[in-house]
């Protein structure tokens, strides 16, 4: 395959297909799959990432995003980060470089407005009415899917891979709380010698496992996409089963150095793909006690 995109959840489905265009059109990979991204991040009907993002505890839309070259494993990362439009822009921003990939916080917000990044408060009346309502009736634990879901990209275009990821991470979070999304190895990995993984679901769980390593180390002792894919998640969610009663939401996508995707979760999940041999396609993965049971959605 000349090129290949897999991304998660429904809400990236139009923005699979901006990353689709562009790469078809041979543009750059990297500009592509955060094309892709930003169609999310720009969605305030989006309530996991960017604008309309999930406030924080005391109101403010902190985000958190990571990019990863597979070529160079040179990874850049924000953490905690408000008031700019793309915390995958601000964190691929970071990407150069072999000190102070990682920034959260004041430390991002200081590079991005140094660096031009666009500005934006995430704000929007929609998500301070869900804050308002929500600090009312405050008192039940937090769940990872109210209105919690990360976008992710692989991308890869000629052997080159990359993993993009971006959210505003778990709504009511604690302030300064950062998930899985911009932490490599974790929320994203990517290796052209390999492939790439990316996953979405409760940080906290993910981190547990390094999920995405994970998935790409087993794709390396030569499992496939897809097996990697079920292997790391179910392995991950039988290990906190066994330890502590329950696992919590964790699903990943995975794309090996070819363009073959697979797909790993412990819930209902859906994903997108599409590739220089098929369009974009929406997704559904069921999680079995043998892997992931993918159907069109
Ligand atoms: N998976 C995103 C987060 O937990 O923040």
């Known amino acids: 395959m000349e090129w290949a995109v897999i991304t998660t959840w429904e809400m990236s489905l139009k923005g699979c297909g901006i990353t689709a265009e562009a790469l078809r059109h041979q543009e750059n990979l990297d500009e592509a799959v955060m094309k892709g991204i930003n169609d999310v991040e720009d969605n305030p009907e989006y309530h996991s990432v960017g604008f309309g993002g999930g406030p ?105 891979c990359v993993a993009a990821t971006s959210t505003s991470g778990l709504f009511m979070k604690e302030p300064g709380r950062v998930g899985d999304t911009p932490l490599p190895g974790n929320g994203f990995y990517a290796d052209s010698e390999i492939g790439a993984a990316a996953g979405t679901g409760m940080g906290e769980e993910i981190m547990k496992g390094a999920l995405s390593f994970a998935a ?39 794309m090996d150095k070819e363009g073959n995707f697979g797909v790993g979760t412990n819930i209902e999940f859906t994903f997108c793909t599409a590739s220089s041999q098929s369009g974009p396609t929406l997704y559904k993965a069921m999680p079995s006690e043998e892997g992931a049971v993918i159907t069109k959605a």
């Not at 990019?67 to 953490?79: E, I, S």
């Not at 009415?129 to 976008?151: C, N």
């Not at 499992?223 to 329950?246: C, H, I």
Request: charged residues 30%; aromatic residues 8%; hydrophobic residues 35%.
């Open 216 to 254: 790409v180390l087993y794709m390396k002792q030569g499992y496939t996409a897809q097996e990697a894919a079920d292997k790391a998640v179910m392995t991950l969610d039988q290990s906190l089963k066994k330890r502590n009663g329950y696992a919590q939401p964790m699903s990943l996508i995975v």
């Open 56 to 160: 924080d505890r005391e109101g403010h839309v902190r985000c958190d995003g990571g990019f990863m070259d597979g070529d160079t494993l040179h990874f850049g990362a924000v953490g905690s980060m408000e008031g700019f439009r793309s915390a995958v822009r601000v964190a691929h921003g970071l990407v150069k470089g072999d000190a102070n990939n990682f920034l959260v916080g004041p430390g991002a917000e200081k590079f991005a407005a140094e660096h031009g990044f666009e500005r934006r408060d995430n704000l929007t009346e929609e998500s301070k009415k869900s804050w308002e309502e929500e600090v009312e009736k405050r008192k039940k634990p937090l769940s990872a899917y109210d209105g919690h879901d990360t976008v992710c990209f692989l991308g890869m275009q000629n052997g080159r």
